[in-house]
């Protein structure tokens, strides 16, 4: 039988707790939550995790797989995958992926952001941008791909600024 926390627990934090909030919290200590059918009780103690040898993880490597972490792996998931595989493997992907952390943008924004025909062609124009504010530029880059309006996010271009009865702002 599932106890009840009391209506308007306090939290951690001392904000007031939902019933939902409360349930989740007793689920939790009561290991009856379940992640991929494996409950809370069933991993406490030693730590369990899928440590392998150097030679292991980078057979499991090929071009792809390696294009895919040099442009995905963030210094988080980094981290991360060391803790999970162990630390030969946090080793052997220190030499691997982005170096600073990453701000993630769904593909959906980009395309509000930079209306085109595609989202293939949102996303190089949204490529295109990001690299001439870097000073990125390659000779490589297609030179034909157009600019994104002006006016917000999937906007058309602001023609002139309205007239408003609000000085400008120094």
């Known amino acids: 039988m599932v106890m009840m926390p009391p209506q308007g627990m306090m939290a951690a934090d001392q904000q007031p707790m939902s019933d939902e909030e409360a349930r989740i919290l007793q689920a939790i200590d009561d290991s009856t939550v379940k992640v991929s059918g ?3 009780s069933a991993t406490e103690g030693d730590a369990t995790n899928f440590v392998i040898s150097a030679e292991q993880f980078i057979s499991t490597l090929d071009d792809g797989v390696l294009e895919v972490l040099q442009t995905k792996l963030t210094p988080s998931l980094r981290e991360a995958l060391g803790t999970i595989l162990g ?12 170096q600073e952390p990453q701000h993630l943008v769904p593909q959906s924004v980009i395309a ?4 085109a025909q595609t989202v293939e062609e949102s996303l190089m124009m949204f490529d295109r941008q990001l690299m001439e504010q870097s000073g990125m530029t390659s000779p490589n880059m297609q030179q034909n791909i157009p600019s994104p309006p002006m006016g917000g996010l999937g906007g058309a271009p602001m023609m ?3 007239t408003t ?6």
């Open 38 to 40: 494996v409950t809370k």
């Open 112 to 115: 509000r952001a930079f209306p």
């Open 165 to 170: 009865n609000v000085p400008p702002v120094e």
């Open 87 to 98: 630390p030969e493997i946090a080793n052997l992907l220190e030499q691997i992926g982005l």
């Open 160 to 162: 002139a600024a309205p």
